[in-house]
């Protein structure tokens, strides 16, 4: 697995959450998405996982106080994650946090997640735009009524009260997500995934409500969107049954 690491002499310490922000050409943004959450919460560490960028992504990165893992070619952003979720699950941290690179998420949200993933007991907790008090933001309307139709099949089949099956801004448990880590397999549309296996394997999922501001837009066509949908949804099921 070719891959270079930066930051921390001989890795990030040991800790109780990190943040895990997967990153392809973010040089513009990533610098003041590491800062801020740095800024409001001295005691989470911030792991950027270059998904091979060309650009100065993992050195910006760098100087803004996250350690990097840095890719030597992209991979998606799946396997990004699931590099920081190994990385971090080997040091011992009890709580990983997502989130995406391209300044869309509000760090401040991150307290919201926390809070939730101890008062209410849970394995997952998504940031949800769709849920009152959240906002999608400029979403176009085929991704938006794509993820409402699979939030309502999967509180269907689960019997959830779900908003927002597809969310990338969530936390996660730690003893949960390493037993769910080897069951997930997508490299895009990832959080569709782990949503049904979080659910499959019997674990707690609640929502906070989050604001979502411009980030990179999608350049996946709404049929390729809608068939994608689709197929990790019939087969998460299908590979989670048997």
Do not use: W
């Not at 998405?33 to 910006?60: F, H, N, P, Q």
């Not at 991979?75 to 080997?90: D, H, K, T, V």
């Amino acid at each position: 697995m070719p891959e270079r690491t930066g930051g921390t002499p001989g890795g990030a310490p040991r800790g109780r959450a990190c943040v895990i922000i997967p990153a392809f050409e973010e040089q513009e943004t990533i610098g003041r998405v590491v800062r801020a959450i740095r800024d409001r919460y001295k005691d989470l560490e911030v792991l950027v996982v270059d998904d091979g960028s060309s650009d100065k992504t993992s050195l910006v990165a760098l100087r803004a106080g996250a350690h990097v893992i840095r890719l030597l070619e992209n991979r998606g952003p799946m396997y990004a994650l699931r590099i920081g979720f190994s990385y971090c699950l080997e040091r011992g941290y009890e709580v990983l946090i997502t989130m995406d690179a391209d300044g869309q998420h509000d760090p401040s949200d991150i307290a919201r997640l926390l809070e939730a993933l101890t008062k209410h007991g849970s394995d997952v907790v998504i940031g949800s735009r769709m849920m009152p008090g959240g906002s999608a933001g400029a979403m176009p309307i085929y991704r938006r009524l794509g993820i409402r139709f699979f939030t309502k099949l999967t509180n269907l089949l689960f019997r959830q009260r779900l908003t927002d099956v597809m969310s990338g801004f969530r936390a996660y448990r730690g003893a949960f997500l390493k037993n769910l880590l080897p069951k997930l397999r997508e490299r895009q549309y990832y959080a569709l995934e782990a949503t049904l296996k979080a659910l499959l394997a019997g674990g707690v999922v609640s929502e906070v409500p989050i604001r979502v501001g411009p980030g990179r837009r999608s350049t996946k066509g709404s049929l390729r969107f809608l068939l994608n949908l689709i197929r990790i949804f019939i087969a998460s099921l299908l590979t989670g049954l048997f």
